[in-house]
């Protein structure tokens, strides 16, 4: 009998993961040792108060707080830890002299906000004005000095930092120039592309980041550059006040291309962008937001941190390995809590067993065996339903290196290898368990795995007015496999 009726779908403990590798050990595959690490849910795209708007009435403009997000740092931590995260990142728009209003105003309660919410381990970061692109998420590593390395590149690189604007800020090789400089400090920070799709004006069409960019993002600094929201925020935009659907509203703000099942066309689309980065072999991740601002209930369009999507990282409660787990790729996303876990393992004779965001090498040709473990938890979520796993897709393609054409983004190799049902996995409590082995495996790819409460084999464009709750999805980054 199971005993977790009473708890929410995000409180759940971790397994560790040896516990996971001693039970699908095979071949003679020895478990590794339990390292510390769990699943750690987090949001590291979290708009304050300090992501202010500007009065025109000065030069330079005055900063209002509270113009644009209303909240203070304290009580979006707070809503953070009430929704089920063990870790947030404070990320706030920039503009003309912003650098100031971080290191006088929102680093000091940041401070406050950590002595307040001592058990959520807050990141300093800022949604950063990238030149020649959309916004993204800068995640500094925590330090004595974080505030001041981050107001240094806020102050050098962020596009409308400058007064008067200045224009040619606002270039590629700007960020360029920005990128290799967080990669050639000693403690780097990570850099996620934001809603990398939302000015697009239709499937496989780009409008303020293109393929080009992300390839020479990550060409110049792939320890830094590491990837996109997969999932964008703003998705309670269908939502009023009072819970009823709005039937103009868009999920994400994703008012010409919509997303798919939540998901930003860049993720979503079957060997669309995201798998032709990977088929390079690049190591590029996808993460999951809430870009809250102003919450649904009061007006805006936004959950709180946690309420629907999750952002999950294998590592120990600390800010240095959470980080590297994001930076590594130790990730899984899901939005409506559909599941609190998700473990893959990739293994081969005579190789070490690889996990989520890891490497297989294989020494020769041959099978592997992928074993998927996807907890479905019996308690409710934050709409208080109860959704359901309804199936599970391991998908797999080729990695054949860069090629000359910087705009591709198609993956023609790319496929759904297997679709997981209940006819196809076995219970054991709330953990789903299946097993694929992938036959003779002689080329270089990758394999990775998402999952859905509903009944689309592929995700379709979302409607206007679709309830965000009626569809759901997880995905798991991928774990590459290496032939030498």
Not at 138 to 146: A, G, Q, T, V, W
Not at 234 to 260: C, F, K, N, V
Request: a neutral charge; charged letters at 25%.
């Amino acid at each position: 009998m199971r005993h977790v009726h009473h708890l929410r779908r995000d409180a759940l403990v971790a397994l560790p993961l040896a516990t996971l590798l001693a039970a699908c050990a095979v071949r003679g595959t020895r478990p590794q040792p339990d390292d510390g690490r769990r699943w750690l849910a987090g949001d590291y795209h979290v708009h304050s108060r300090y992501s202010v708007g500007w009065s025109d009435s000065t030069q330079p403009p005055t900063p209002i707080i509270a113009g644009d997000a209303r909240y203070p740092i304290p009580r979006n931590a707070e809503m953070a830890r009430r929704h089920g995260l063990a870790w947030m990142v404070t990320t706030d728009h920039g503009g003309p002299n912003h650098s100031k209003v971080h290191l006088d105003l929102a680093y000091p309660e940041l401070r406050q906000s950590r002595a307040a919410v001592p058990d959520l381990i807050q990141f300093f970061g800022m949604e950063f004005d990238t030149p020649a692109a959309d916004h993204s998420s800068l995640i500094m590593p925590h330090s004595d000095h974080e505030h001041l390395d981050l107001a240094e590149i806020e102050r050098r690189f962020a596009k409308r930092e400058a007064w008067p604007l200045d224009y040619g800020r606002d270039m590629e090789p700007r960020m360029l120039e920005a990128l290799r400089h967080m990669e050639a400090l000693a403690r780097r920070p990570v850099v996620i592309a934001n809603h990398p799709a939302r000015s697009a004006p239709a499937l496989g069409r780009y409008g303020l980041d293109t393929p080009a960019e992300f390839r020479a993002w990550h060409d110049a600094a792939p320890t830094v550059a590491v990837g996109m929201e997969g999932a964008p925020g703003h998705q309670a935009s269908a939502l009023h006040r009072d819970g009823s659907i709005d039937s103009a509203g868009t999920r994400g703000g994703y008012g010409r291309h919509p997303t798919m099942g939540g998901f930003d066309q860049m993720t979503a689309r079957l060997g669309g962008l995201w798998d032709a980065m990977l088929g390079e072999g690049r190591r590029w991740w996808i993460t999951a937001t809430s870009d809250s601002h102003v919450h649904w209930r009061e007006g805006g369009s936004d959950f709180w941190p946690g309420e629907y999507a999750k952002t999950y990282v294998l590592a120990r409660r600390t800010h240095d390995d959470i980080l590297d787990g994001i930076r590594t790729g130790r990730v899984f996303v899901t939005t409506g809590d559909l599941v609190s876990q998700v473990e893959v393992v990739a293994e081969a004779a005579g190789a070490r067993a690889a996990t989520i965001g890891g490497t297989l090498v294989l020494a020769r040709r041959g099978d592997v065996r992928v074993t998927i473990r996807v907890r479905d938890p019996e308690a409710p979520n934050h709409a208080g339903r109860q959704p359901r796993v309804a199936r599970v897709d391991l998908i797999t393609g080729d990695v054949t290196g860069p090629g000359p054409d910087r705009t591709r983004d198609v993956n023609p190799t790319t496929r759904v290898v297997r679709r997981f049902t209940a006819a196809d996995w076995r219970a054991d409590g709330e953990w789903l368990v299946m097993e694929h082995v992938l036959r003779d495996v002689h080329h270089t790819g990758y394999l990775r795995v998402r999952g859905t409460a509903g009944s689309e084999l592929e995700p379709a464009p979302d409607p206007r007015g679709e309830d965000p709750w009626s569809d759901l999805w997880f995905y798991a980054n991928p774990i590459f496999l290496v032939l030498r």
